[in-house]
C-alpha cells in the first residue's frame, strides 16, 4: 500500500508545475492561456508582522527575529 501511495504521489509531482505548483498539464498548456482569473485577498497576519518588522529594521538583530502574532477576540469588528 504505501509502494502504490509512493508511485501516486511520484506521478502527481512529475506534472507538478515548478511556479505555482498547480498541474503543469494545465497550467502550462496555451489552450487554457484565457481560463484563469486572478483574485487577490490580504492577509492581515502577515500586514502585521511587516509593519512591526519595519519597526525594528534598525535592529542590528532584525534578521534573527522570529515573528508570530496572537488572535485577540476582544479586537474583532462587529458585523454591521
Do not use: W
Amino acid at each position: 500500500m504505501a509502494l502504490a501511495l509512493h508511485y501516486v504521489e511520484a506521478e502527481e509531482e512529475s506534472h507538478r508545475c515548478p511556479v505555482c505548483g498547480g498541474d503543469a498539464r494545465e497550467c502550462q498548456n496555451p489552450a487554457y492561456q484565457r481560463a484563469y482569473e486572478a483574485a487577490f485577498t490580504r492577509c492581515y497576519r502577515t500586514k502585521v508582522i511587516g509593519n512591526a518588522m519595519k519597526s525594528r529594521e534598525n535592529d542590528a538583530d532584525s534578521r534573527a527575529l522570529v515573528a508570530s502574532t496572537r488572535f485577540h477576540p476582544d479586537r474583532v469588528k462587529p458585523n454591521n
